[in-house]
T-cell receptor, first 110, second 116 residues
Framework: KQEVTQIPAALSVPEGENLVLNCSFT??????LQWFRQDPGKGLTSLLL?????REQTSGRLNASLDKSSGRSTLYIAASQPGDSATYLC?????????FGKGTRLSVIA | DAGVIQSPRHEVTEMGQEVTLRCKPI?????LFWYRQTMMRGLELLIY????????DSGMPEDRFSAKMPNASFSTLKIQPSEPRDSAVYFC??????????????FGEGSRLTVL
């Protein structure tokens, strides 16, 4: 059974810092990995989707990498801004639907 | 282009009452997912449909929960009778699946259920 872990559970950084969020999964037989952002009281917004054949995806200040063999993914956020404050969730898709981590709650302090 | 639409956004009900949550997936998507989110357990898959057919309902907690997808543009999640431990945010998501896997999921804003 796939298990997804995100560490740390919470992170606070000053504005302008580059930061990395981590995601690990136990079963490397995946089709894809998806990173989401969730603001309080809101739904999940898809940030990046990495297919199992890809190593990374980029969108603006965000870069996500995937290492299937080690069961890891990272989300890199460059030049963080207060508007980046949210919970970031990693989800792994295999033959069954997405399995989610518990998320990392990010606070970017102005 | 409209995203996934859920209703109601908020529902407060008393224990024992029937609750029906509704979802309209993104047009053209062929898979639909119901998830439940709580502080303790995070996001849990309840059931998912492919081409309107339920594929896996092993996440449905009890017989009190049921879900239907009568057509490609509408799904319901029903709880009857409701209990206080059902209080959570229920999310619907949809995707376009081609080949293996479940595609890129797009979520609705969720329905926050409070059972008193």
């Amino acid at each position: 059974k796939q298990e997804v872990t995100q560490i740390p559970a919470a992170l606070s950084v000053p504005e302008g810092e580059n930061l990395v969020l981590n995601c690990s999964f136990t079963d490397s037989a995946i089709y894809n990995l998806q990173w989401f952002r969730q603001d309080p009281g809101k739904g999940l917004t898809s940030l990046l989707l990495i297919q199992s054949s890809q190593r990374e995806q980029t969108s603006g200040r965000l870069n996500a990498s995937l290492d299937k063999s080690s069961g890891r993914s990272t989300l890199y956020i460059a030049a963080s801004q207060p508007g980046d404050s949210a919970t970031y969730l990693c989800a792994v898709g295999g033959n069954t639907p997405l399995v989610f981590g518990k998320g990392t709650r990010l606070s970017v302090i102005a | 282009d409209a995203g996934v639409i859920q209703s109601p956004r908020h529902e407060v009900t008393e224990m024992g009452q029937e609750v029906t949550l509704r979802c309209k997936p993104i047009s053209g998507h062929n898979s639909l997912f119901w998830y439940r989110q709580t502080m303790m357990r995070g996001l849990e898959l309840l059931i998912y449909f492919n081409n309107n057919v339920p594929i896996d309902d092993s996440g449905m907690p009890e017989d009190r929960f049921s879900a239907k997808m009568p057509n490609a543009s509408f799904s319901t999640l029903k709880i009857q009778p409701s209990e206080p431990r059902d209080s959570a945010v229920y999310f619907c998501a949809s995707s376009l699946v081609r080949g293996g896997g479940t595609g890129e999921l797009f979520f609705g804003e969720g329905s926050r259920l409070t059972v008193l």
